[in-house]
């Protein structure tokens, strides 16, 4: 089958690298430049940020399997088995909450991860997908979809993969729903509700500090990540600071001079003085950080059996980088059987 993904994402790389394995032609169509997504890294020559997640962490054995497959090539390290939890009002050297584990980070960058996967599969990189046209009995045409690209072509393929967020999801899924049972989905999807963080980059000339990141149980910050302690090819002292969701969404339309400010002030107050002066700052606002209400299944199809076309992401079955890769996992797996039956019966 041609295939197109619409988002190089952890869960539409991981689905599509099974896919194309499996012997199908896969494309994915990607909006940003970089591939990732949210597993996002920010450089400048041989400096860093993971502006995204900042490690991962497995709980499952197929997700533990990934790790250590990208272990053993060099692109993962165990980089801490803890980190300190500021609660509030106290810092404690060790989050008390939280068992000992293995958490990796990218000997250069997390995203390096997705670039990995890419080796099979068909990239369209800076082309937004805008909506979708179900081709129906038009026999004239041979595939099914047209995915709309906004730039006015099209792509047209056999079966469609949505591995976006589920409120960019429900916007594409919304322009095919005159045509198909789409109705449905949208429904379920329409319900899924996100929190929002800021992400603030920020050089330091001081030096790296001991610690390797720092969890906040606070009204401000929720995480301060040390980047430099991920490799020694780092130049200067580069830390991550995550707002809470809180924070995120009082501040979202405010002056991003005025966020930043507050948040190095927050940082400083939590962790050492000097992180109020950074020599150069740089932010982000995510608006899809991480779904608050995830659903229970690892993936969702459309019930057309001549039209495959199916939704996955971080929002299946829990709101972790591990999370999406299962959905992308447990589709790939899915369909690689569901068509090969169907060809062999043909
Ligand atoms: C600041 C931050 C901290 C985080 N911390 C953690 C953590 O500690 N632990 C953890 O497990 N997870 C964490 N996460 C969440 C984790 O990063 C995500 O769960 C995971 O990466 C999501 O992957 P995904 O496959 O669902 O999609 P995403 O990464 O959201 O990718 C979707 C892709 O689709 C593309 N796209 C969207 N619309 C279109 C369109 N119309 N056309 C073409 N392309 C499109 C986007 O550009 C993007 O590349 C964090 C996320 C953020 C932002």
């Avoid at 916007?171 to 996100?194: F, K, M, N, S």
């Avoid at 950074?278 to 982000?284: E, F, Q, S």
Wanted: charged share 25%; aromatic share 10%; net charge negative.
């Amino acid at each position: 089958m041609v295939i197109g993904i619409i988002g190089a994402s952890l869960s539409g790389l991981i689905a599509g690298e099974k896919l194309a394995r499996a012997g199908h032609d896969v494309t994915l169509i990607e909006k940003s430049r970089e591939l990732g997504g949210r597993l996002a890294t920010h450089r400048i020559d041989d400096d860093f940020f993971d502006y995204g997640v900042p490690f991962l962490t497995a709980q499952n054995r197929k997700f533990q399997s990934f790790i250590d497959e990208l272990q053993s090539k060099d692109l993962l390290y165990q980089w801490a088995d803890s980190f300190p939890l500021y609660d509030g009002s106290q810092l404690h050297s060790i989050n008390p909450n939280r068992p000992k584990a293995a958490y990796y980070a990218g000997k250069d960058g997390l995203n390096r991860v997705a670039e990995n996967l890419k080796r099979w599969i068909d990239i369209k990189s800076e082309e937004k997908a805008g909506g979708l046209t179900h081709i129906g009995a038009d026999r004239s045409r041979k595939r099914a979809w047209m995915i709309n690209l906004t730039d006015i072509t099209v792509f047209e393929c056999d079966a469609v993969i949505l591995a976006t967020p589920a409120t960019e999801a429900y916007g594409i899924l919304q322009t095919a729903q005159d045509e198909t049972p789409a109705r449905r989905i949208i429904r379920v999807i329409d319900e899924i509700q996100y929190q929002p963080r800021f992400a603030l980059m920020a050089s330091y000339k001081e030096e790296t500090p001991s610690w390797k990141g720092i969890e906040c149980n606070d009204n401000t910050l929720a995480w301060i990540g040390n980047e430099s302690s991920k490799s020694e090819k780092q130049s200067a002292t580069n830390i991550v600071i995550h707002s809470s969701a809180q924070f995120a969404r009082t501040y979202a339309e405010k002056d991003l001079d005025e966020v930043a400010h507050l948040l190095l002030e927050k940082a400083a107050d939590i962790a050492e003085p000097w992180l109020a002066h950074p020599k150069k700052t740089y932010l982000r606002h995510w608006k899809y950080y991480r779904a608050r209400n995830p659903l229970e299944d690892y993936f969702m199809e459309l019930e057309m059996e001549e039209a495959p076309l199916a939704l996955i992401g971080d929002y299946f079955k829990g709101n972790s980088a591990e999370a999406a890769y299962l959905s992308g996992y447990h589709l790939a797996d899915y369909w690689i059987n569901k068509y090969a039956t169907a060809e062999a019966e043909n």
